[in-house]
């Protein structure tokens, strides 16, 4: 840290990305990216022609993008926010919905930027804890008077509240933002997306990154009222007009003209959780009840963190906390049938030792 620092960062505890190693061929289980590439026609549409344009700046207002999102999802254009990454939607909103005065909510087991961009902004917040089954207890945010966020489904546990518990947050808090976070929604879940209608305080924020095999160009998009994505915009054009580049939006219209193949691997995906699943399971691991593209396990031979560690020295990286209530789980992405087998075959030669 230098001398330079404001002294108000000095406390703040920066988020862990799950590793990237360069030094030695991994099957990565680690980070939630999808196994399969982006479609042929993402592929085909960031050509050299493209590549050519980049003397010039892109859409700030993603136009285009804008209009293809919202015939998919039924809305108006309006209606949609477009970042760089689903993270720059959370940013923008713990800018926008909150101050020292009003704070926010969300789980105490959750994605880890949340409490990040608290600290970030000294925002008041509280960790609210999960239940003995790892589920989101609803009526602990009904009339919190406090912006809610809530990752659904959830992670790291992968498991989704409903549509119901969903509307109860909602109309109990009728003068705050309720954060939808569906990042993993099209491995199984139900979105809220049809709510955006009936409820003007509700955010529903998606991202590139997960279903549509697209982590690496950070797209991400959020769906809510005209009023809120106003709200957004005017921190956008405040900060970085221009955060999406011109490559990563002619694939992010690419990727939805060829929505049906992301479809297709999603499925796909998620058969091969089951699978996965149903293995472990016979092994003797407690499995959570995933609807995300990961799944989180224990078993009683092994700690979590001597599991992660012994399938990363077998050339298998997942992801291990250390957060007391979730230290002998490991989170595992789900990868291609062959990714699998291998942790599988990986995973008893572990169960083996002990």
């Known amino acids: 840290m230098s001398r330079f620092l404001s002294p108000r960062f000095a406390a703040l505890e920066a988020y862990t990305p799950g590793e990237q190693p360069r030094d030695q061929q991994y099957i990565k289980l680690n980070t939630n990216e999808s196994p399969y590439p982006p479609s042929p026609e993402v592929i085909e549409r960031v050509s050299a022609e493209e590549v050519k344009r980049l003397n010039l700046y892109p859409d700030p207002e993603g136009k285009n993008l804008k209009e293809k999102l919202a015939k998919l999802y039924g809305v108006e254009k309006e209606n949609i926010f477009l970042s760089n990454?689903?993270?720059?939607?959370?940013?923008?909103?713990?800018?926008?919905?909150?101050?020292?005065?009003?704070?926010?909510?969300?789980?105490?087991?959750s994605y880890g930027f949340y409490p990040v961009y608290a600290d970030l902004y000294h925002i008041p917040h509280m960790k609210l804890p999960l239940m003995e089954d790892f589920s989101i207890n609803y009526k602990d945010y009904c009339n919190i008077n406090k912006m809610v966020v809530i990752a659904n489904p959830n992670a790291p546990t992968g498991m989704e509240i409903g549509l119901f518990e969903i509307e109860e947050i909602l109309k109990s808090n009728p003068n705050h933002v309720v954060l939808i976070d569906e990042a993993y929604v099209d491995f199984g879940g139900t979105s809220a997306v049809g709510l955006v209608e009936k409820y003007p305080n509700l955010l529903v924020s998606m991202t590139y990154s997960k279903s549509r095999s697209m982590a690496g160009a950070r797209l991400g998009f959020a769906i809510s009222s005209k009023e809120i994505i106003g709200d957004l915009?005017?921190?956008?054009?405040?900060?970085?007009?221009?955060?999406?580049?011109?490559?990563?939006?002619?694939?992010?219209?690419?990727?939805?003209?060829?929505?049906?193949?992301?479809?297709?691997?999603?499925?796909?995906?998620?058969?091969?959780?089951?699978?996965?699943?149903?293995k472990l399971k016979d092994l003797g691991f407690t499995v959570l009840d995933s609807k995300a593209n990961f799944i989180f396990a224990k078993n009683p031979k092994i700690s979590g963190g001597d599991f992660y560690a012994e399938l990363k020295r077998k050339g298998v990286l997942v992801r291990h906390f250390e957060k007391a209530k979730i230290r002998e789980f490991v989170r595992i992405t789900i990868g291609t049938e062959e990714q699998m087998e291998v942790f599988l075959q990986k995973t008893l030669e572990v169960l083996g030792k002990h």
């Open 233 to 278: 915009e005017k921190i956008k054009f405040s900060t970085n007009p221009y955060n999406i580049n011109r490559l990563t939006l002619a694939a992010g219209e690419a990727a939805v003209d060829s929505d049906a193949y992301y479809r297709e691997n999603a499925k796909k995906i998620m058969a091969t959780r089951g699978k996965t699943v149903n």
């Open 85 to 109: 990454g689903s993270d720059d939607i959370l940013n923008f909103a713990f800018m926008a919905f909150c101050d020292g005065e009003r704070g926010a909510a969300f789980p105490e087991i």
